[in-house]
């Protein structure tokens, strides 16, 4: 954790945050990561956890990690295997001990500087939920054409299953207010891509409905795991989702 000198005007118990990154074959970017977030963190005057969760340590990310003077702030949890991005934040969230705990993706196709947007929007509204967007009309994305359309046609089929009020259910960039998390943690099932559909599924079947959408600055930097397969496994998963709602 880091603490450093507060303003007198700021909140503690808002600005105490855990931010889990989840991270599988990330070894190339992993070191600029990690640095980008801490930058970026330390430019709030807060306290704050990064906790970086190796979801299968096939590249040595950990390793290359631990190595880094730099970044022994960073807490390291590493997983037997690849489990899927939701079991890793799971994992994550069962460890973070901050009272807004989010996260936010590895591989340097999100920009950091939307964090600090983040919990403004969720300070200022008093905000469940802030949840990163594609579609918020100050966001700047990047994005090759099959991308954009996977991303409007999954709204589109989440929209007319679920009905919930977020235009973009899947940036990875969220952040909770921790009650939200402990009380949603017990019933989260899904292990993949459509975990981020799930979070808000399941915080509006509890009532966690203040949900905020912030800009983000999305560069699509080629090295993603979303490919076909991982395309019909969320669409399996989310039409489970579906009758396990209903």
């Not at 005007?9 to 105490?16: E, F």
């Not at 730099?70 to 899927?84: C, F, M, P, Q, T």
């Not at 969220?174 to 559909?197: C, G, M, S, Y």
């Not at 999305?218 to 396990?244: C, P």
Request: positive net charge; hydrophobic residues 45%.
């Amino acid at each position: 954790m880091f603490l450093v000198a507060l303003p007198a005007w700021y909140n503690l118990t808002y600005m105490d945050l855990s931010l889990v990154m989840p991270s599988f074959k990330q070894a190339p970017t992993i070191r600029e990561d990690l640095r980008n977030l801490t930058r970026t963190l330390n430019t709030l005057h807060i306290l704050y956890e990064i906790i970086l969760v190796v979801d299968g340590n096939i590249d040595s990310t950990a390793e290359i990690v631990r190595n880094e003077n730099d970044l022994a702030h960073v807490r390291i949890e590493v997983l037997s295997r690849n489990y899927g991005k939701g079991y890793a934040l799971k994992h994550g969230f069962s460890k973070a001990h901050g009272n807004i705990t989010g996260f936010i993706d590895a591989g340097g196709d999100i920009d950091y500087s939307c964090v600090p947007v983040m919990l403004d929007l969720m300070h200022f509204s008093n905000a469940d939920i802030v949840i990163g967007s594609k579609r918020h009309p100050l966001s700047v994305i990047t994005y090759p054409i099959v991308r954009r359309l996977y991303s409007v046609l999954y709204q589109i089929i989440n929209q007319m299953l679920f009905h919930l009020h977020a235009r973009d259910t899947q940036v990875g960039a969220k952040v909770f207010r921790k009650e939200v998390i402990e009380t949603i943690l017990p019933h989260i099932q899904i292990n993949r891509f459509a975990f981020d559909l799930e979070l808000l599924v399941l915080a509006r079947h509890f009532r966690y409905t203040h949900i905020i959408e912030s800009p983000v600055k999305i560069r699509h930097a080629f090295r993603s795991t979303i490919n076909i397969r991982s395309v019909l496994e969320t669409l399996q998963d989310t039409i489970k989702l579906y009758f396990r709602e209903r």
